[in-house]
C-alpha cells in the first residue's frame, strides 16, 4: 500500500503521526496534515532506532524517558519507518509542554497520543503488515521453549557448582500465611538476612538488580497475602504501585533492602486496622468494599443497594446496627481519607481533588475536610511533611 495513503489512515484512526526516513536519516514522507510533525522525530530517536533494526528486524521500541514518550520503529527496503511520538501514561502540563518548547513545536495542540504498550502492539502489527505484506507477531516467540530448556540446565548445573539452593516453597507459604493473618514473619520465623541469598539467581551478575527483583517479589506476595487477610484489593494495589515506584527511585541496594521492611510493616499494619474494624456481617463487608472500588464517583445508599441487590432499608439498618454509623457518614469518611491522603503525598491542587472524589464543590469538600481535621485542606496540606518509604517515619495512611 502507499506510503502516503497508510500515514492518512493511521492519523484518521489513531491520531498518530508515521513517518518514512532513508539511511541517512533524510525524510521520504512526513504527514502533511499536521504542522511542524517533523520536529517530533530527533537524530538521536532516528540513530537509536536504526541500530536496533540492525539487531533485529521486528519493530522496535525506543523510550524517551525524558519526557515520557515512546516511538515505534522497524526497517523495510532499506527505508525506516517509526510511529509517535505516543505515552502510556497521562503527561503532566509541564512534561508536554516541555516537550514542545525543546522540539521547537508551536502548535500547541500536537498530537501526543496516549496508547498503553499493550493497545499500541495490535496497531503497530496491522501497519508493519500493510506496508511490508508480513506478518509480525511480536508477543509470540516459537523458539522460547527450547532456549529455556537449554539454558535451565546450565543454571541448573552453575548452582550445584556454587552450592546455591532455593528456599522451599512451604516457607514462602508460611511467609504469607503470617502476614494474612497480621503476625509479623520476622518474629515467628528465623529472621536471618542470609535467607535474600536464597529467593534465586533473579540477576547474573548484577547485585542491584538482584536486590530489586527480591524486593519486588516482596511487596507482591506481601500485598496479595494482605488481600487474603480481608485488605480491599483496591486500597492493597494502591499500597503495591506506591512501593514499587518507590523501588524505581533507588539508587542504593540499601534503600531497597529498607523498603522491603517497610513493606512487611506496611501490609501487616493494614492487616491488622482491617480485621479490627472487620465486621461479621457479609453485607456490611460487600458494601464497604463497594465504596472502596468507587470512591471517585457520586455514592448514594440506594444506589448501593440496588448494584448490591439488597434492599436499601434492609441495607442501611443493617450498617447502622453493625458500625454504629450511617452508610452516608462512612462514604464522607472515606472520601475525606482519600483527600487527605492526595493532598499529603501529590501536588495536586483542592479543586482536582474535589472533583476527583465527586464532591458536589471544592468549597463543600473544604467544609466537611475542616470538620473532620479541624483544618482547612491548605493547612492540612501544609502541616504534612512528604513522605519517604525508605525512612522509618513512614505511616498507612
Not at 129 to 138: A, D, F, P, S
Not at 148 to 161: F, G, M, Y
Not at 226 to 237: F, N
Not at 264 to 288: I, Q, Y
Request: hydrophobic share 35%; with cysteine.
Amino acid at each position: 500500500m502507499d506510503i502516503v495513503v497508510i500515514t492518512k489512515l493511521v492519523w484518521d484512526n489513531w491520531n498518530t503521526l508515521l513517518f518514512l526516513f532513508d539511511e541517512a536519516c533524510r525524510p521520504l514522507s512526513v504527514p502533511d496534515f499536521c504542522n511542524e510533525a517533523g520536529k517530533a522525530v530527533t537524530p538521536r530517536l532516528l540513530t537509536q532506532l536504526w541500530k536496533q533494526a540492525q539487531q533485529k528486524q521486528t519493530p522496535n521500541i525506543y523510550i524517551d524517558t525524558e519526557h515520557n514518550l515512546y516511538y515505534w520503529g522497524f526497517t523495510h527496503e532499506k527505508g525506516l519507518y517509526v510511529i509517535g511520538p505516543l505515552h502510556a501514561t497521562p503527561l503532566s502540563f509541564t512534561q508536554e509542554r516541555h516537550f514542545l518548547h525543546q522540539q521547537k513545536i508551536h502548535r500547541k495542540d500536537f498530537p501526543l497520543k496516549e496508547l498503553t504498550l499493550a493497545e499500541s502492539i495490535p496497531v503497530i502489527s496491522l501497519i508493519y503488515y500493510c506496508l511490508t505484506g508480513k506478518q509480525c507477531e511480536l508477543l509470540k516467540d516459537q523458539e522460547i521453549w527450547p532456549a529455556l530448556q537449554s539454558e535451565l540446565i546450565t543454571n541448573r548445573l552453575d548452582a550445584e557448582n556454587e552450592g546455591r539452593t532455593h528456599l522451599p516453597y512451604l516457607y514462602e507459604q508460611e511467609w504469607c500465611q503470617y502476614i494474612q493473618e497480621g503476625e509479623d514473619p520476622r518474629l515467628q520465623m528465623k529472621n536471618d538476612l542470609n535467607l535474600l541469598d536464597r529467593v534465586g539467581l533473579l540477576a547474573k551478575d548484577n547485585a542491584f538488580k538482584q536486590a530489586e527483583y527480591t524486593t519486588l517479589s516482596q511487596i507482591v506476595l506481601a500485598s496479595r497475602a494482605a488481600i487474603k487477610g480481608g485488605l480491599s484489593p483496591v486500597k492493597a494495589y494502591e499500597l503495591s504501585d506506591l512501593l514499587l515506584q518507590k523501588c524505581s527511585e533507588c539508587q542504593e541496594v540499601t534503600e531497597l533492602f529498607q523498603i522491603g521492611a517497610q513493606t512487611v510493616d506496611v501490609f501487616l499494619r493494614a492487616v491488622r486496622e482491617v480485621r479490627k474494624s472487620r465486621t461479621k456481617d457479609l453485607d456490611v463487608e460487600r458494601c464497604k468494599n463497594y465504596i472502596a472500588c468507587h470512591l471517585t464517583e457520586k455514592l448514594s445508599v440506594a444506589s448501593i443497594a440496588c448494584e448490591l441487590n439488597i434492599s436499601y432499608s434492609y441495607l442501611a439498618a443493617k450498617f447502622q446496627r453493625e458500625t454504629n454509623g450511617s452508610i452516608k457518614k462512612y462514604i464522607l469518611r472515606e472520601k475525606l481519607a482519600a483527600a487527605a491522603n492526595l493532598l499529603k503525598y501529590s501536588e495536586t491542587n483542592v479543586g482536582d481533588i474535589a472533583e476527583y472524589l465527586a464532591f458536589s464543590s471544592a468549597s463543600n469538600m473544604c467544609s466537611h475536610f475542616r470538620e473532620q481535621y479541624g483544618m482547612s485542606p491548605l493547612e492540612y496540606r501544609q502541616t504534612q511533611k512528604p513522605v519517604d518509604f525508605r525512612s522509618s517515619e513512614y505511616e498507612l495512611p
